[in-house]
């Protein structure tokens, strides 16, 4: 096999371009993220914000049911408790802000 073909597969090559993109990861990928295993799954960045949030509470606050705490966070009946916990996620920062002026009163 040729080297260029070597780099394409081993992901040093952008895939559909040829573009240089970095260090080999060791499966094909593209900069454009088109490529199946480059999406991400949207029900496992759920789960894991999901996670994040409830073990945060839980060591920092030693709160167990984080229901209420994330609904007074995000008020509104739009959207489950995992899909608030992923826009607290994209902002933890700021959540974490809230929950120590919040929650230590």
Do not use: H
Request: hydrophobic share 30%.
């Amino acid at each position: 096999m040729g080297e260029i073909a070597e780099m394409l597969l081993d992901g040093t090559l952008d895939y559909l371009t040829g573009e240089y993109i970095g260090k080999p990861c060791g499966y094909p990928r593209s900069l454009d993220g088109s490529l199946p295993w480059e999406r991400p799954n949207y029900n496992q960045s759920k789960e894991a914000a999901y996670k994040g949030v409830r073990n945060y509470l839980k060591k920092r606050f030693g709160i167990t049911d984080i229901i209420p705490v994330v609904n007074q966070y995000l008020p509104g009946a739009g959207k489950s408790l995992k899909q608030k916990c992923l826009v607290i996620q994209k902002d933890f920062g700021a959540f974490v802000g809230w929950t120590s002026r919040e929650l230590r009163k």
